[in-house]
Every structure is written in structure tokens, then in C-alpha cells.
């Protein structure tokens, strides 16, 4: 265990003394990635809603999922977190060079890395919702892991295990809830409330009427023809 937080440590010095070489321009996507890349999975959780409104219940189950999966994935590192008082690296590892962002105080322990287990989790359950994101949503994923290392406030392990933890718990929602969700699914959708309706979509269902008028009125149009 010993030999690995070393590891760790020796990683994050390095990533460090990479990030203070890299220009300000660079150094300060970082920074802005590290909170804009949350931004951009809440908007990736409204798209992924918006598409499935006409997809299958289980399709608009999954993507009625995949922010409370992210949640949970949320909650679970921060149980963890409070268990584990680990110290921030750019506090507690000597020879480092400073943040690029502010440290966090003490009592904002390290060990695992919140944004780490959000990003992992919004990846995980929006690939699971949403076919071929995952080209997208895991090198975000990926990327905003790595940030936190960069600007100095994690240990790689913070960010290894916050990305597994937060994928493991997404997966067990998504899997687990993804038939009784679906079930609440089908009954909004056949509700009399149209803003109910509305917000669970009418699935597949919403085209068949034109496509059914469309065959009730072909036979009457051949019939006519002569």
C-alpha cells in the first residue's frame, strides 16, 4: 500500500511540475474544464431526456436515470470521502509547487475525488442511455479526472478510484431501476395530464396514428382510381 501512495505521490509531483510548464493560455482551460466539464454533462443529461421522448419506455427510463445514477455516484464518494481523512496533495506533499487553483481547506479531504466519481458515473450512465456517446462522454470523463491532478488539488489514486467508484454505482442503478422506471414510464405516458405527457414524451406510439391513417386511406385511394 505504502509502495503505491508513494507511486502516487511521485505521479502528482510530476504532473505538477508538467502543469506550472505549460502556458497560462493552457493552464487555465484546465482550471475552466475542471468545473465546465459538470456543466457540459448537465446539458449532455437534457439532450439525452429530449431525444428518448419519442423512444421506448426503457429508452426514456434510462435517460430519466442518468443524472439520478450521477447522484448516487455523488453520494457514495462523499460517504467515502468522509471516512477516509485523507490530507490534499498541494498541502500535504512537500517539494510541490503550488496549485494552480486555491487549495481546499482542511476538512475537504482528498480521498476519492468527487468530481472524479460525478464525471465516471455521467459517463457510464449516459452511454447506457444514449448509443455511441460513449466516444464522447468517457474522454470527457477521462479529461476531467486528469484536471483535478493538474491543478494541483488530487492524487492520481483520488481520481483512479472517484472514476471507478462513480462508474460502478451508475452501472447498479442504471441496471437495477432501469424495469421499475420504465414501468412509471409507460403509466405517464398514458396519463390525461398533457404536461406529464409532455415531459415523459409519447414514445413510439405518438406516430403511429399517421402512419395507421395512411394505410386506412391507400385501399380508398386505389379503389378510386378507376
Known sequence: ??????????????????AHSTP???????????????????????????RSREGSSRVMALALLAPLA??????????LKSLVDEERPCRAVLGAPAS??????????????????IAGAAAIALALSWRG????????????????????????????????????????????????????VETARSSRNSAVVWCAGRGPRAHAPAHASYAEEAPRTRHGAY
Open 133 to 184: 456517446i460513449v466516444w464522447l462522454t468517457v474522454p470527457m470523463a477521462l479529461l476531467m479526472a486528469f484536471s483535478r491532478v493538474f491543478v494541483g488539488v488530487h492524487y492520481p489514486h483520488d481520481v483512479t478510484v472517484g472514476l471507478l467508484v462513480g462508474a460502478l454505482v451508475a452501472l447498479v442503478v442504471m441496471r437495477a431501476a432501469a424495469r421499475p422506471v420504465g414501468a412509471l
Open 70 to 79: 450521477t447522484a448516487f455516484g455523488y453520494v457514495v464518494s462523499e460517504a
Open 100 to 117: 494552480l487553483v486555491a487549495c481546499p481547506p482542511h476538512g475537504d479531504w482528498s480521498f476519492p475525488s468527487n468530481h472524479s466519481a
Open 1 to 18: 500500500m505504502n509502495t503505491l501512495l508513494d507511486l502516487s505521490d511521485r505521479l502528482y509531483l510530476d504532473v505538477a511540475d508538467f
Open 24 to 50: 497560462h493560455w493552457f493552464q487555465w482551460l484546465a482550471e475552466v474544464w475542471t468545473e465546465a466539464g459538470l456543466l457540459l454533462f448537465g446539458v449532455l443529461f437534457l439532450a439525452g431526456w429530449w
